[in-house]
């Protein structure tokens, strides 16, 4: 089972920068499909975007392409979510999310190990 803690969110401008990252532990992080999730409070948790265990593969939510990019560090077992021209609907806990051999899709992290999430907050 593999354990994971985000880090990195904060309270910014609108337009600023953000990298977010998940540091995993217990277990083969390169065997993982890893992904990036987002909750408003009073809302449902909403896909942003994810990377196979191969890494071959990547999906973005629409709202956040060509602005936000997934990327993975094996040698340092740890995710990455670099978020570029940040808005105010980009307010939301952000969570990560592993599955073992997964393939990426926002489906396949109906069951999947979770992080505690990381507040980022955009103000206008």
């Known amino acids: 089972q593999v354990q994971l803690v985000e880090s990195g969110g904060g309270l910014v401008q609108a337009g600023d920068s953000l990298r977010l990252s998940c540091a995993a532990s217990?277990?083969?992080?390169?065997?993982?499909?890893m992904g990036w999730f987002r909750r408003v409070p009073g809302k449902e948790r909403e896909f942003v975007a994810a990377?196979?265990?191969?890494?071959?593969?990547?999906y973005y939510a629409d709202s956040v392409k060509g602005r936000l990019t997934i990327s993975r560090d094996n040698a340092k077992n740890t995710l990455y979510l670099q978020m570029n021209s940040l808005k105010p609907e980009d307010t939301a806990v952000y969570y990560c999310a592993a599955k073992y051999l997964g393939s990426g899709q926002p489906s396949d992290f109906a069951v999947a190990s979770w992080g505690q999430g990381t507040q980022v907050s955009v103000s206008s």
């Open positions: 990377n196979s265990w191969s890494g071959g593969t990547t």
């Open positions: 217990g277990s083969t992080f390169n065997k993982y499909a």
